[in-house]
Structure formats: structure tokens, C-alpha cells
């Protein structure tokens, strides 16, 4: 078995995670993608804005069409920061040693990686797969050694994922600006955001008036 893991704080998921999600899956002929929305992450000094309901609920909804994406409540029920190498121990507990896990990850996450909780024993547990993102560089200089010894450059339909080993696979192949913060920002202003969000997840923050003022959930 082959399974992806998406994680983030998807405060809302965007047209960017789905694209990303769709590729990899696609790439790395994975059997299931499971999204993993964090209660709290490690990385990002404030909280989420959106509640963990309606995170998860976005996430839902979007996710529904895609029999191979699922959306874990792991993070979310154990609350707290949620920090990676809890939920791979988990999931390698739950799955056994012969389920290959890929975590997916955008080029901004990838560059403070060293700084993850027990970063070294994580790359033990698990493939990376980093996609690139605009204004964020892909470089394997100045990562240690060890690290840099497994990256491998991923260009769909050249390359070929590697049955041995766990690999840090730099792709190429998707250029999405879209990002949750920026979608957050023009909900405050007023504007549409139909064409940045999966249309089931936009219909709900229209519903419940998420991101605005006098939101009224
Ligand atoms: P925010 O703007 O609130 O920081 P975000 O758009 O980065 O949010 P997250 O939920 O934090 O969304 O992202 C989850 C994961 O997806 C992270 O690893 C992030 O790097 C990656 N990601 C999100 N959007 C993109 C994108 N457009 N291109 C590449 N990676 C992305």
C-alpha cells in the first residue's frame, strides 16, 4: 500500500491542495490520500481562524468526489499543536511497516523542515514529496548530509517513484499561487473567492459567513 498524507491547517482548502493532491496522487500511484488538518500548527504563530469543525467540514465536502481522498481526525481529536512525528507514529502503529507513507508538503513548509520536531527520526518514517511554490526556492544545498543523500529531482512522466528506500522527492509540474491566506484576505474585503476555493467549500463559507466580519458561527 501507498498512502499520502496532505498536512496543514486548510484554513479554508484551496484550489492549490487540490491540484496538488489530484498530481501526487496520480504520480505516485497512491492508493489512499488522507488530508490531515492540524489542531494547531507548530509552524504558524496564531491559531487557526476558522474553527476545527468547519476546517474539517471544508475538507469534507471538497474531498467528496475523490473516492481516493479521505480526511483524518487524528490531529484534531488528539488537540493541542500537532506535530508531525506524533501523527507518523500513529499512522506506522495503525498501518504496519509495509505501508509506504509520502507526505506532502509545499516548498515553504520544506524550507524550515530542519526545525520539525525530531525532523531526523520523521525522514526515517516517511517519503517527503515537496511540491514547488512562487517565491520559495527548491534547493537541496544546506540541508545535512544525510538528508540531502535522498533527495531525488521528480519530473512526472520522466521519472519513476523508487521502490527501495525513503526519498525527499523534489517535483516539478505544478505552479499554484493560491493560498489560504490571501483567500482569508479577500473574504475580509468583500470579494469572490469562487474561483480559488472547490465549489463545495466555498458555497459553505458563504453559508456560514466565515472569514468576515460579525462572522455569525
Ligand atoms: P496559509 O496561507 O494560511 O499559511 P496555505 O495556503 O499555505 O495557508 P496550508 O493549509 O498551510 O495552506 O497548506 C498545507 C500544505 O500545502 C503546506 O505544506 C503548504 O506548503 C502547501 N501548499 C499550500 N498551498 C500551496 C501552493 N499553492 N503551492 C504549493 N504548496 C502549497
Redesign the pocket.
Known amino acids: 500500500m501507498r498512502i499520502g498524507i496532505?498536512?496543514?491547517?486548510?484554513?479554508p482548502v484551496?484550489n492549490?491542495?487540490l491540484e496538488?493532491a489530484e498530481k501526487v496522487w496520480q504520480w505516485f500511484s497512491l492508493d489512499r490520500l488522507y488530508f490531515m488538518p492540524a489542531a494547531q500548527s507548530p509552524h504558524?504563530r496564531r491559531q487557526p481562524e476558522a474553527p476545527a469543525w468547519d476546517r474539517f467540514a471544508m475538507l469534507v465536502l471538497a474531498t467528496q468526489p475523490y473516492a481516493a481522498f479521505y480526511v483524518s481526525t487524528l490531529e484534531l481529536a488528539r488537540g493541542g499543536v500537532s506535530y508531525t512525528i506524533d501523527t507518523i507514529r500513529e499512522l506506522r502503529h495503525r498501518m504496519g511497516e509495509k505501508t509506504a507513507l509520502y507526505f506532502i508538503?509545499?516548498?515553504?513548509?520544506f524550507q524550515g523542515i530542519t526545525q520539525w520536531k525530531e525532523y531526523d527520526q520523521l525522514l526515517r518514517l516517511m517519503n517527503l514529496v515537496v511540491?514547488?511554490?512562487p517565491g520559495y526556492s527548491l534547493r537541496a544545498e544546506g540541508l545535512p548530509e544525510e538528508m540531502r543523500a535522498r533527495v531525488r529531482a521528480f519530473v512526472p512522466e520522466r521519472d519513476r517513484v523508487e521502490e527501495q528506500g525513503l526519498h525527499i522527492y523534489f517535483c516539478s509540474g505544478?505552479h499554484?499561487?493560491?493560498?489560504?491566506?490571501a483567500i482569508r484576505a479577500a473574504l475580509r474585503r468583500g470579494e469572490a473567492i469562487a474561483h480559488l476555493v472547490p465549489s463545495e467549500a466555498a458555497a459553505y463559507i458563504e453559508k456560514y459567513r466565515l472569514y468576515r466580519e460579525g462572522s455569525t458561527t
Request: hydrophobic residues 40%; proline residues 4%.
Open positions: 496532505f498536512g496543514g491547517t486548510f484554513d484551496h492549490g491542495h496538488i504558524k508538503m509545499g516548498a515553504d513548509a511540491i514547488p511554490r505544478i499554484n499561487a493560491t493560498s489560504a491566506t
